[in-house]
């Protein structure tokens, strides 16, 4: 057996879980019309970069509606032009020529009317005469009410209702137009992310199908570990703890931070998932991959710590120490423990950091046993016991 003294120490409660890989981004470049692909610009492994062309599907029937739409919509914006800077214009002027002319007609029948009957009043004009002063001065008078209306009308509901049906000729050969340029737009695929084409599973001339995969790009400058993990660990757990990911393969270990614990249990398997994020530059980290992941939950500084190994756990769930007493016996005491680490446990209560303690081999033996122990140098002071029957 050994013995082995209680030390302060600073401890870090560690969970490890299985986990797998993923691209920090990731877009599968769906098609929106279907047509064969006319070239490809990449093959799987190009780097590209976001709004790089990548590949171009037939597209001369698209060219040609583009075209004809375009020849609409300019037609439209002259017909508009016109309408707002020539014709509109011509018709106001109009209405307002005519409407100063019936002024005029008016006010020259009410001159002669008025003139009429000073005569008539002087018995020097028939009745007659004046009676037809009086039917021109009121068709004058109508036609002014005619002119004035007619161009009220037009400042008040032609022009509006002129432009307002020039515009929306215009509007909706815009709206054609940018249509038929929409669908030719759709046979140019461009990547919308920095990485590298992963998938590429036709060849030229072959058939590309609306709502298929064309291609897939991914950004592997930093990867994700995605793990499920119970939700009494996930607790413990919070943005930007550290952590580490062990790949096969790969001796060194992954530096790392936690990037998401989510805030909702998985209802499959009623676990919580984590990410860490990791620096990929060198591109040895490969999505898909299974990893090991090791995430730090928290750390204890000056923390009592034994080897696990000296913890005995009775059938009560009760923890004890058998420690080393001055009188040279081991002496049965309960303890309480805290966090593991590998195969170091914190002791909470029970022990002082001055003890020893009985670091293997304790199981099965007596309290009070009279133990001899053989020095030795070092913090430790481990040394090799023997029991004796009292």
């Known amino acids: 057996m050994q013995i082995v003294a209680v030390q302060k120490t600073t401890l870090q409660q560690t969970i490890v879980t299985d986990a797998v890989l993923f691209a920090i981004a990731q877009s599968a470049l769906v098609p929106k019309i279907s047509a064969p692909v006319q070239k490809f610009f990449v093959n799987r492994g190009s780097r590209v970069r976001a709004g790089q062309l990548l590949a171009v599907l037939e597209n ?9 739409n375009k020849g609409a919509y300019d037609q439209a914006q002259a017909a508009y032009a016109q309408t707002t800077g020539a014709d509109l214009p011509q018709e106001l002027q109009k209405a307002q ?10 006010d020259a029948a009410q001159k002669v009317y008025d003139s009429r009957k000073d005569l008539f009043t002087q018995g020097a004009l028939p009745r007659k005469e004046l009676d037809q002063a009086g039917v021109d001065l009121t068709n004058a008078h109508n036609q002014y009410e005619i002119a004035e209306k007619h161009l009220q009308a037009l400042h008040a509901i032609g022009q509006q209702q002129t432009l307002k049906s020039a515009k929306g000729q215009l509007e909706s050969a815009q709206g054609k137009y940018n249509g038929a340029a929409a669908q030719l737009g759709y046979s140019e695929i461009r990547s919308p992310i920095n990485g590298v084409v992963t998938d590429r599973p036709l060849y030229p001339g072959e058939m590309a199908a ?7 790009v991914m950004d592997i400058s930093q990867v994700t570990a995605r793990a499920h993990i119970p939700q009494a660990n996930a607790v413990l757990l919070k943005v930007g703890d550290q952590a580490s990911v062990s790949v096969p393969g790969i001796d060194t270990p992954f530096k790392g931070k936690v990037s998401l614990v989510s805030p909702a249990l998985d209802p499959g398997s009623t676990t919580v998932e984590v990410w860490v994020q990791l620096k990929n530059s060198r591109g040895q980290l490969k999505p898909g991959t299974s990893v ?11 923390a009592l710590a034994i080897p696990a190994a000296a913890l005995l756990t009775a059938q009560a769930r009760t923890t004890s120490v058998m420690a080393a007493g001055s009188d040279r016996r081991a002496h049965q005491k309960q303890v309480q423990t805290g966090i593991r680490e590998q195969d170091r446990v914190q002791i909470l209560e029970g022990l002082s950091a001055d003890e020893r303690v009985v670091g293997s081999g304790a199981y099965g033996l007596p309290d009070n046993s009279k133990i001899t122990e053989a020095s030795s140098p070092g913090a430790a002071k481990d040394g090799a016991a023997k029991d004796e029957k009292e």
Not at 210 to 216: Q, V
């Open 60 to 68: 001369r029937d698209l060219a040609a509606a583009a075209q004809e």
């Open 97 to 106: 020529l005519d409407d100063q002319a019936a002024k005029a007609q008016l």
């Open 210 to 216: 609306a709502g298929t995969a064309l291609l897939t």
């Open 292 to 302: 090991q992941l090791s995430m730090v939950a928290r750390s204890v500084p000056e």
